[in-house]
């Protein structure tokens, strides 16, 4: 092997590390084992069980925020599945107006939910104190629609109060974060 074909080489091996670095730190990922244990559990259908006012941003990759809400959500069984019938209101920016998820509860205890404006089924799974969400979406930004995936999580605090943060990605890239507060009315 020539020096020019090291060279070659080098190059392309500290692009391809580089990029991986770069990849990496735009990324979130939460292991799901460390909240197996913790308390308070999280229980979806007890915590979404009547009427749940939630308090939300959402920030770009900038940290800027982009959207401020309010979520009326109205949970109720219904045909042994669990409804989240949501309505939002923007402080700024805009977004849907209302949406409506139909859970399943699986045999293993995972769920399966569903919404009009979601690509797909979601899958939930429970982790002790924290239940994670992923799903793709359909957004839209401006004039355009992308496809991107969610990764929500849940975190309770007690039986009335939850703290949600979702993560928006596109290529495994975090474009946004979604953070949310919800209590038991």
Not at 141 to 159: E, I, Q
């Amino acid at each position: 092997m020539n020096f020019t074909e090291l060279k070659i080489k080098l190059i392309k091996l500290t692009t391809v590390v580089t990029l991986s670095l770069f990849l990496g730190a735009c990324s979130v990922s939460l292991d799901a084992q460390k909240y197996e244990q913790m308390n308070p559990k999280f229980d979806i259908e007890s915590f979404f069980d009547g009427k749940v006012k939630a308090w939300g941003i959402v920030q770009n990759r900038d940290g800027d925020i982009v959207q401020r809400f309010i979520v009326d959500i109205d949970g109720y069984k219904k045909d042994g599945q669990l409804i989240l019938d949501e309505s939002f209101v923007y402080g700024f920016g805009d977004g849907p107006k209302k949406r409506v998820w139909t859970l399943t509860k699986n045999a293993d205890g995972s769920f399966t939910g569903n919404a009009g404006d979601i690509a797909g089924p979601a899958l939930g799974v429970p982790h002790g104190n924290a239940f994670n969400f992923s799903y793709e979406m359909d957004l839209a930004v401006g004039d355009s629609t992308y496809r991107v995936n969610f990764d929500d999580w849940f975190f309770a605090f007690d039986d009335k109060t939850m703290m949600n943060r979702s993560y928006i990605k596109k290529f495994g890239i975090v474009m946004a974060e979604v953070s949310i507060f919800m209590q038991k009315q």
